[in-house]
T-cell receptor, first 114, second 112 residues
Framework: DAGVTQSPTHLIKTRGQQVTLRCSPK?????VSWYQQALGQGPQFIFQ???????QRGNFPDRFSGHQFPNYSSELNVNALELDDSALYLC?????????????FGPGTRLLVL | LAKTTQPISMDSYEGQEVNITCSHN???????ITWYQQFPSQGPRFIIQ???TKVTNEVASLFIPADRKSSTLSLPRVSLSDTAVYYC?????????????FGSGTQLTVLP
């Protein structure tokens, strides 16, 4: 049973560029959440997708957008990259209807913006 | 979402029991307490969750006093591999639309 997977593992971009990160949820999970974790800090909630719609959003600018596909996988897009966007981006999944509430995290994508 | 306060860091030796306490004075009636563990460059891993009294699983125990304004994660007989950041989270389990609010966590260092 595969857990949450993310790609790529590492990424280097320059300021102003755009980036797309990908996530496949744990088998049986249909809800995907994205978090940003800066060095030395706890993860910060970006947004959550369920049934291909953004259901909740944290305090992040519109440069951060996402998408969820019919197979429940998800993408995180960041436009006009800034130096402060350098962080570990984590994807987490959980069942959308009933079941356990625990969120399972992927290994993350390390983004470096130069 | 209730704010949590936990020590920034703790040191322990192999084989000892480690207790990490978290304060959450503004916890709401329907809030649960959840602890996650995170190793460097990895995603957080669920350890344990509880509402009141004591919860125990194969990894840890969670002690919650009657007023629920604090909680203590207990790790029995720690090893070097338990060196990690431990996060205490408080929030309602309201279906799938629940976001996790992480604080800065406690860096536990286990020494030989």
């Amino acid at each position: 049973d595969a857990g949450v997977t993310q790609s790529p593992t590492h990424l280097i971009k320059t300021r102003g560029q755009q980036v797309t990160l990908r996530c496949s949820p744990k088998s049986g999970h249909d809800t995907v959440s994205w978090y940003q974790q800066a060095l030395g800090q706890g993860p910060q909630f970006i947004f959550q997708y369920y049934e291909e719609e953004e259901r909740q959003r944290g305090n992040f600018p519109d440069r951060f957008s996402g998408h969820q596909f019919p197979n429940y996988s998800s993408e995180l897009n960041v436009n006009a990259l800034e130096l402060d966007d350098s962080a570990l981006y984590l994807c987490a999944s959980n069942p959308g209807r009933g079941g356990e509430e625990t969120q399972y995290f992927g290994p993350g994508t390390r983004l470096l913006v130069l | 979402l209730a704010k949590t306060t936990q020590p920034i860091s703790m040191d322990s030796y192999e084989g000892q029991e480690v207790n990490i306490t978290c304060s959450h004075n503004n916890i709401a009636t329907n809030d649960y307490i959840t602890w996650y563990q995170q190793f460097p460059s990895q995603g957080p891993r669920f350890i344990i969750q509880g509402y009141k009294t004591k919860v125990t699983n194969e990894v840890a125990s969670l002690f919650i006093p009657a007023d629920r304004k604090s909680s203590t994660l207990s790790l029995p007989r720690v090893s070097l591999s338990d060196t990690a950041v431990y996060y205490c989270l408080v929030g309602s389990v309201s279906g799938s639309a629940r976001q996790l609010t992480f604080g800065s966590g406690t860096q536990l260092t286990v020494l030989p």
